[in-house]
């Protein structure tokens, strides 16, 4: 072996990485944990992703300029992906002047992702307030947040998004005020228009009758 692309997920890569140094292995992963590259630490590993600070940048900025919410609660889970993003998030949001009134992490197993202590926290905080996600929940959290009657616009992770997320809803309606960071605004041009190369490999994938509805270039929504 010569080189390593992946893992995929920060979480594994926060155990992989530090292994592949020592190794002096090349390798280039899409994970955005800050940490996971380092030129000092890490001088052969590469990412050809955005790191947290830039994808917490657009998400906090929507959140505090186009939404015009100050009061904000930022919601993760248990992974190394998703506990790195609310130790990155949270400092963001108060460095813009936003009032973070809920913090935490759910397990990210737990099916069941309406913990009082989050609704409640919710509903204490008044109604100007976002929840921002950044997690890769196996059951959407604005689905609950709906149900549960919190009306608050929710922002964050990219797969809240995609096509796979929208099958999970019981009811279309859950996906309204659902604001996901995603890739379609690095992929497309000022004119809409794919690149050439972008267009023709999407026209080999339909060729093939590969179906792109369901992903992140082509199927999902975006800020």
């Not at 940490?35 to 990412?47: N, S």
């Amino acid at each position: 072996m010569s080189v390593v692309f992946g893992p995929v997920n920060s979480g594994e890569s926060l155990a992989v990485v530090p292994l592949l140094a020592r190794a002096s292995m090349p390798q280039l992963h899409p994970c955005w944990v800050d940490t996971l590259t380092d030129p000092k630490k890490y001088p052969m590993c590469f990412r050809n992703a955005p790191t947290n600070q830039q994808i917490g940048a657009a998400a906090n900025r929507y959140v505090m300029q186009v939404l015009k919410r100050k009061k904000v609660a930022v919601i993760s889970d248990t992974t190394g992906y998703g506990t790195a993003s609310v130790n990155a998030y949270v400092p963001m949001l108060k460095a813009m002047g936003a009032e973070v009134v809920y913090q935490g992490n759910v397990d990210a197993a737990n099916p069941d992702l309406k913990p009082e202590l989050v609704a409640h926290a919710l509903r204490r905080s008044g109604s100007d307030h976002a929840l921002e996600r950044q997690c890769r929940f196996p059951v959407p959290h604005h689905q609950h947040a709906r149900a549960d009657g919190m009306d608050v616009p929710i922002v964050g992770q990219t797969t809240l998004g995609s096509g796979q997320t929208k099958a999970l809803l019981e009811k279309p309606e859950y996906w309204a005020k659902v604001y996901p960071n995603n890739f379609r605004p690095v992929c497309y041009g000022p004119d809409g228009k794919l690149p050439e190369r972008t267009t023709a490999f999407l026209d080999r994938l339909k060729s093939a009758k590969i179906d792109m509805s369901d992903t992140l270039l082509c199927g999902s929504r975006s800020l």
